[in-house]
């Protein structure tokens, strides 16, 4: 009879580590051989699909243009300054688990694993995702796992500053709740987290969010500032930023300033020189490199975002900066179509994983100004391939891409994500 040598089942533990860090397991120099691979078969995509378009892309080893090695991250473990945590039916059953997923709302299998053992997350952030299960525990109110079903605790988001900063945002489903019951709960969850349990965590920052939708902006649905100080700062480059609740800041800061100082390299930005900084968040990349141009424009969708962009320049006293809040695809043709300036424009892009919509794309390829562009992406492989395609391709009247294509000539990707397949990719194009 044969005996089955099935290995053990993996730990919730485990299935929670591959899942969120799958290259946990590897030595550190091994990932980075990993993502190289990886960067190295999207520009070898990237050459065959502009071959397609007629366009002789093909370099050594078969990629658009010389790919250098990955640039590791500075801190390997606990990097991250900004963590998510759901609130749902933890392995042993308890509805009110904080932590991770594991498994799929498709395949109905989902799992809350408390994230205690994930590498990526700093122990701080694990303490407050702790106190915050603790108190959800006691408290009467359900938590919210499907809306319809009703319940009222959701997710906790954790965000953290080198200077020792700690901002908590809670997310809470109203229901049918009246404006007394709510500001009781909020009365609770502000006495636990100063003078209760929760004062270990020492929050800089606590934010309550009463929400009736998965993801709400602040305009749809106000944070409401329930303890301490409505920002938390970052230091970056020697320059202070203020960080808001839903502002946009590089998860790994260590990493973003390794970052910036070769996007900075890359620009060859002169004294003239008008940076154009799209899709610029709290105004980071542009602040970082004020110093080294005449003149930055920054454009956010954020209102927020923008408001803080704005107080890190005057508060860095830095005057050079100007900050457009609004769609991309909005302002920016607005912006360009005047374009008058005679001095050289190099245009940097830092877009979501959605990449950059079409409009921008044909602004940026029919504003002659623009010689060079620096594009970041999280996901090169995604939506971003689709610029770079438009970036490149040769002129077309009916998608009234006018203006000389770009080129790809180098490419350099960035660690900023450790024991996750992640990349940053920045992709220099010229014409």
């Known amino acids: 009879e044969k005996k089955s040598c099935s290995l053990p089942e993996p730990s919730w533990e485990e299935r929670l580590a591959n899942a969120v860090t799958p290259l946990w397991r590897l030595p550190y120099q091994e990932?980075?051989?990993?993502?190289?691979?990886?960067?190295?078969?999207?520009?070898?995509?990237?050459?065959?699909?502009?071959?397609?378009?007629?366009?002789?892309?093909?370099?050594?080893?078969?990629?658009c243009c010389?790919?250098?090695?990955?640039?590791?991250?500075?801190?390997?473990?606990?990097?991250?300054?900004?963590?998510?945590f759901s609130v749902n039916r933890g392995p042993d059953g308890n509805p009110k688990t904080v932590g991770l997923y594991v498994g799929t709302g498709r395949g109905r299998n989902i799992v809350c694993v408390k994230a205690n053992h994930v590498e990526n997350i700093p122990s701080k952030h694990k303490k407050v995702a702790q106190c915050y299960e603790e108190f959800i525990c006691r408290s009467?109110?359900?938590?919210?796992?499907?809306?319809?079903?009703?319940?009222?605790?959701?997710?906790?988001?954790?965000?953290?500053?080198?200077?020792?900063?700690?901002?908590?945002?809670?997310?809470?489903?109203?229901?049918?709740?009246?404006q007394e019951a709510l500001a009781a709960q909020k009365a609770l969850l502000k006495e636990f987290f100063t003078c209760g349990p929760g004062a270990v965590c020492a929050l800089t920052s606590l934010y309550f969010q009463e929400s009736t939708m998965t993801r709400c902006s602040h305009?749809?649905?106000?944070?409401?500032?329930?303890?301490?100080?409505?920002?938390?700062?970052?230091?970056?480059?020697?320059?202070?930023?203020?960080?808001s609740p839903d502002a946009f800041f590089q998860v790994n800061t260590a990493g973003a300033e390794v970052l910036y100082q070769a996007v900075g390299e890359l620009c060859q930005a002169a004294g003239d020189t008008v940076l154009l900084d799209i899709c610029c968040g709290t105004g980071t990349i542009g602040l970082s490199l004020a110093h080294r141009v005449s003149k930055v424009i920054g454009?956010?969708?954020?209102?927020?975002?923008?408001?803080?962009?704005?107080?890190?320049?005057?508060?860095?006293?830095?005057?050079?900066?100007?900050?457009?809040?609004?769609?991309?695809?909005?302002?920016?043709?607005?912006?360009?179509?005047?374009?008058?300036?005679?001095?050289?424009?190099?245009?940097?892009?830092?877009?979501?994983?959605?990449g950059l919509h079409?409009?921008?794309?044909?602004?940026?390829?029919n504003c002659r100004s623009i010689r060079r562009l620096l594009y970041i992406s999280c996901k090169p492989e995604g939506e971003a391939m689709r610029n770079f395609l438009e970036l490149c391709c040769p002129p077309d009247p009916r998608k009234k891409l006018a203006g000389e294509p770009f080129a790809p000539v180098l490419a350099i990707p960035f660690d900023m994500f450790p024991h996750t397949v992640h990349c940053e990719l920045v992709l220099l194009f010229t014409r």
């Open 31 to 63: 990932q980075l051989e990993v993502k190289y691979e990886s960067q190295r078969k999207i520009l070898q995509t990237l050459a065959s699909r502009l071959e397609e378009l007629g366009i002789d892309a093909q370099k050594p080893g078969g990629l």
């Open 219 to 243: 305009e749809q649905s106000p944070y409401q500032l329930l303890h301490g100080a409505p920002h938390i700062f970052e230091e970056l480059l020697g320059l202070k930023f203020r960080i």
């Open 66 to 84: 010389p790919l250098q090695p990955v640039v590791p991250s500075p801190i390997i473990n606990g990097y991250r300054n900004k963590s998510t």
């Open 140 to 178: 009467p109110l359900d938590s919210c796992i499907l809306f319809h079903e009703g319940g009222h605790w959701r997710e906790l988001v954790v965000r953290t500053t080198g200077r020792g900063h700690t901002m908590a945002i809670i997310t809470f489903h109203p229901q049918q709740l009246g």
């Open 299 to 354: 454009v956010e969708v954020v209102e927020k975002a923008i408001e803080d962009a704005e107080w890190n320049a005057a508060f860095n006293g830095i005057s050079n900066c100007e900050f457009h809040s609004g769609k991309a695809e909005a302002v920016l043709p607005q912006l360009l179509a005047s374009w008058e300036d005679a001095r050289p424009l190099v245009a940097v892009v830092n877009p979501s994983r959605a």
């Open 358 to 365: 079409h409009r921008v794309v044909r602004a940026i390829r």
